[in-house]
């Protein structure tokens, strides 16, 4: 990211000579929008989420998604600004519908998840002077984009989910001063495409004693699962602008990773609930854009990626950046995660964050109550709020906030 935040303040500086006020801000593309994710180091690529920001990190997840839900909708409250700073402003949203497709035995067949995402960043105002500080205009520098995905999920022994995901950039990096003094709007719209694989083993397909009977009437059932997964983002074409500069990279990159879910899981009430839920992932990304003196060329697949090295180790170099992490969910109720990322530009990072669900909240109040309406919401209705902070260094960190809705049952 150090990297393109360099190349972003340099064109704007060369755009604009007379510009009073630099900002620094990064490709919007690069910025990880969800703030349950990112609690755990950002590794979203084989974390098993119901997050409707889940598809941002693999489109793959869109596969997986209907499993356990059919409506997902995961928002802002309000702009948050990153880098402990007042600009640049950012803000997310994202929806996902999915559906689960069964045959007249009631045996899956297909999963089938759609969703978009968009994202704005705000880096503020900036103000053109000429050479004896006359205010010449002033103009907005931001980024917007629109996400369409869609996900397939089957099962042949394991789990199969494949995903794509197409991308609608606007960039406006505000004005160019030619030497008459004239200004030229600087702005494009580009595209890019993602693609995303999941692939995942739960344990009751290799461990016969968990369809025995004894496990089937067990009253606490534990359950595993092992996921893997690889995610191809960004591809495309380079960046041009409306003016004579060179093209610019687009941030593309691959990620591979894996992630171990284990958890208990009771009944109440006929009903079941997690008592306990722990996953473990970690990945590593590859930016996939290699500078030269002539300009830049493209990797393939994985980069430099080391399976040894930058995931099971967790290690990140020079030119991998390594991600892991972990989340804790209690009772359907309080979630807590951590995680840390190294590699490229970054020294060892860490991250944190927590959530709150309301699953188990109204799982007491039905029980107490005995309304209808309750139980309709308990079965069918997920709030959550989550929280977290993404350090960049011990100065620079950012604080996600967001609301998250699912509806399951459909």
Do not use: C
Not at 183 to 206: C, F, H, K, W
Request: charged residues 20%; neutral net charge; glycine residues 8%.
């Amino acid at each position: 990211m150090k990297a393109r935040i360099t190349t972003f303040v340099l064109i704007i500086i060369f755009l604009s000579p007379f510009r009073s006020i630099a900002q620094e801000a990064p490709l919007l593309l690069e910025i990880l929008p969800s703030p349950s994710i990112n609690g755990h180091g950002g590794a979203g690529t084989a974390f098993p989420s119901e997050d409707a920001f889940g598809f941002f990190y693999n489109p793959a997840h869109l596969g997986n998604i209907g499993n356990k839900i059919n409506f997902s909708l995961h928002v802002y409250p309000q702009k948050m600004s990153l880098f402990s700073s007042d600009k640049p402003e950012y803000k997310a949203n994202a929806g996902v519908l999915a559906y689960q497709f069964r045959n007249f035995k009631n045996e899956k067949i297909l999963n089938l998840g759609i969703g978009y995402l968009n994202s704005e960043q705000d880096v503020g105002e900036i103000i053109y002077r000429d050479s004896l500080g006359t205010e010449l205009a002033r103009a907005l520098n931001f980024e917007f984009y629109d996400f369409f995905a869609i996900g397939i999920g089957f099962e042949y022994f394991v789990d199969f989910n494949f995903g794509f995901t197409y991308k609608r950039i606007s960039s406006n990096r505000g004005l160019n001063v030619q030497p008459d003094l004239s200004l030229i709007r600087v702005q494009n719209e580009y595209t890019a495409v993602d693609y995303g694989m999941l692939i995942t083993l739960p344990l009751s397909r290799v461990v016969p004693y968990l369809l025995s009977d004894t496990y089937q009437e067990s009253k606490f059932k534990p359950y595993a699962s092992v996921s893997m997964a690889y995610a191809f983002k960004n591809y495309g074409d380079e960046i041009t602008y409306n003016v004579q500069l060179p093209p610019e990279p687009l941030p593309r990159s691959a990620s591979l990773g894996y992630s171990v879910n284990l958890g208990i899981e009771t009944s109440f009430q006929n009903k079941p609930i997690r008592l306990f839920d722990f996953i473990w992932t970690s990945q590593a990304d590859d930016p996939l854009v290699k500078y030269q003196a002539d300009g830049f060329s493209y990797q393939a697949f994985i980069g430099d990626i080391n399976i040894g090295k930058n995931i099971i180790n967790a290690r990140g170099d020079n030119n991998v950046i390594s991600r892991k992490g972990l989340a804790i969910e209690l009772v359907d109720f309080f979630r807590y995660t951590w995680g840390s990322y190294s590699g490229g530009p970054y020294s060892r990072k860490n991250t944190n964050g927590f959530g709150i669900r309301t699953k188990a909240i109204f799982k007491l109040l039905q029980k107490k109550y005995q309304r209808n309406f309750l139980s309709f919401i308990y079965e069918r209705i997920d709030i959550a709020y989550h929280k977290s902070t993404y350090y960049l260094n011990n100065d620079s960190k950012t604080t996600y906030h967001g609301i998250a809705i699912t509806i399951s049952g459909w």
